[in-house]
Each structure stands twice: as structure tokens, then as C-alpha cells.
């Protein structure tokens, strides 16, 4: 019913920058809130930055102030902006969004598939 395309993940040295997409697509009515989680090895998946249409946005602090998250809603898309990356920043980036698929029903989450972000030193 939904699908979400990630692109823009890979290898970047430390200090660089990076660009994550995420197209939303299927029966979608409308997003409540978009957001990029990231799971590096043997760690649990984290949330890295959200944007929600009731409170805005948050990220975490790990990021806060390298990273830029936006949106389109004409395309239904989400960005990241990547800045100043480190070798921490290693992981699988996730998209995620919390979508109506009616008016009537209770909104669901879906996932990406998952970008590898990999930040050599």
C-alpha cells in the first residue's frame, strides 16, 4: 500500500557530507510525521531527527547542529542533511513516516528500507 524509496546513503570522510531522500508513495491521505532513525552494529535503531505536523521539529542531540531534516509534502519526500559528519554516524538510516491511509481510521508507520551511511576517519 505504501512504499518508501531511501537514495543518497554511502561512504564519505569524516568531516563530509551527505544528503538522504525519502519518497512516500502508495494510498496515502495524508503524513502526520516524517522522520530518519539509524542503527549502527550491535546497537539498537535510534531516532536521529523527526518532523511532525503538531509539534515541528526535534533531533537528537548526537546531531544537533550538523543535521537537517525537511520536507516537501507536494512530493511527500523527507531529507536529511548530513553535515560535519563523523565516524560515529555509521549506521543503516531508516526513513520512517506516520501516515493516514483514510480519514476514518487510525494512522499507521511504515519503514524504508534502509541507506547505509558508512564515515571513514
Known amino acids: 500500500q505504501v512504499q518508501l524509496v531511501e537514495s543518497g546513503g554511502g561512504l564519505v570522510q569524516a568531516g563530509g557530507s551527505l544528503r538522504l531522500s525519502c519518497a512516500a508513495s502508495?494510498?496515502?491521505?495524508?503524513?502526520?510525521?516524517m522522520a530518519w532513525y539509524r542503527q549502527a552494529p550491535g546497537k539498537q535503531r535510534e531516532l536521529v531527527a523527526i518532523i511532525t505536523n503538531e509539534v515541528g521539529i526535534n533531533y537528537a542531540d548526537s546531531v544537533k547542529g550538523r543535521f537537517t531534516i525537511s520536507r516537501d509534502n507536494a512530493k511527500n519526500t523527507v531529507y536529511l542533511q548530513m553535515n560535519s559528519l563523523k565516524p560515529e554516524d555509521t549506521a543503516v538510516y531508516y526513513c520512517?513516516?506516520?501516515?493516514?491511509?483514510?480519514?476514518?481510521?487510525?494512522?499507521?508507520?511504515?519503514w524504508g528500507q534502509g541507506t547505509q551511511v558508512t564515515v571513514s576517519s
Open positions: 502508495g494510498s496515502i491521505f495524508s503524513i502526520n510525521a
Open positions: 520512517n513516516i506516520i501516515a493516514f491511509l483514510s480519514p476514518v481510521v487510525a494512522p499507521s508507520r511504515f
